[in-house]
């Protein structure tokens, strides 16, 4: 008789402490960051950023982060039994970072060392982020309980900077249980790895969730062309996010786009966190693709009307 799922969707990704800086040019320039960039940082460098920032900037939002951390968060408030495989540090900020993973189970998360940071500099209105990984990229496939992994009926996965814990995910896809269900959410930062690095996921995923830039990026085509080749990879779905634009779904027979509702923008940080998790709850509760996605595109576009989560979907929210 097989084990029995006590989870729906199990996110396995970074959790990191988010703080949200609004900086003037001057600072940016002493930093050596320019709007609209996402840069990697090692440790060392850490707490000579976090004094400049806490001197000559405004903190603005301090909050639980990291994609797949987002997801689940979400997933959680729309009334899915959500998981987290992860890593945090053994710090006050993993402490703060665990809490505020609300009604998602932690029992996949290891501590060791210091808690990833990512800083979100607000620069006239555009972003820039700096992302410190540290705890998040020294995950190993051992650290890994397979019991935990699975539980549940979909890992959804996200990315990571380094190449460990990049490594840890591919073999726990490989390793899967049939029955079990992959969504993905590239990012930026596995998007530049190229379509070969990521073809093992690929080939075992359902759902694939890329901005239309990051199509772009991975096949070296227009995003409509890109999506096409990458359905022939594996996945079943792809719902590209496409910012105010809204998303587009493709599948092997069809594509339909969804136009985003107009809204005044405050914070774009986790919008497609956002979308992932509304897809995939309409998904789980038995919704057709088309209302998964309106769905998912109604509430991503309603979470960047906030800083951080403020405006994540209220508890047990259906739209």
Request: glycine share 10%.
């Amino acid at each position: 008789m097989g084990k029995k799922k006590n989870l729906q969707v199990i996110c396995f990704g970074a959790i990191n402490l988010d703080l949200i800086f609004e900086i003037n040019e001057e600072v940016a320039s002493r930093l050596n960051i320019r709007s609209g960039y996402e840069y990697f940082k090692d440790v060392e460098e850490l707490d000579r950023i976090l004094d400049i920032l806490q001197n000559e900037g405004t903190l603005k939002h301090k909050e639980g982060g990291g994609s797949a951390a987002n997801t689940a968060v979400a997933l959680s408030r729309l009334g899915i039994k959500a998981g987290f495989i992860g890593k945090g540090g053994n710090d006050r900020e993993s402490d703060f970072l665990l809490d505020s993973l609300e009604g998602v189970d932690k029992r996949g998360i290891r501590r060791d060392g210091r808690s990833g940071m990512a800083l979100s500099l607000l620069i006239k209105g555009e972003r820039s982020i700096i992302v410190f990984p540290n705890a998040n990229d020294t995950i190993r496939i051992e650290d890994i309980d397979r019991d935990y992994a699975e539980s549940c009926d979909i890992i959804h996965l996200t990315s990571f900077a380094g190449d460990s814990s990049f490594n840890a995910q591919k073999s726990l896809v490989s390793s899967l249980s049939s029955k079990i269900k992959v969504s993905f959410d590239p990012g930026i930062f596995y998007s530049k790895r190229g379509i070969e690095a990521l073809t093992p996921i690929l080939m075992r995923t359902e759902i694939f969730f890329p901005e239309k830039k990051e199509i772009e990026m991975l096949t070296n085509k227009p995003w409509k062309e890109g999506a096409k080749r990458i359905l022939n990879l594996g996945p079943k779905v792809i719902a590209c996010t496409m910012g105010e634009e809204g998303s587009h779904i493709f599948t092997q027979n069809e594509d339909f786009h969804i136009d985003a509702p107009r809204v005044t923008v405050v914070d774009t940080t986790g919008a497609g966190d956002v979308y992932a998790a509304g897809f995939l709850s309409s998904y789980l509760n038995g919704r057709s693709l088309k209302e998964s996605a309106i769905n998912a595109t109604n509430l991503a576009s309603r979470s960047v009307t906030g800083f951080g989560r403020e405006n994540y979907p209220e508890k047990l929210e259906r739209v």
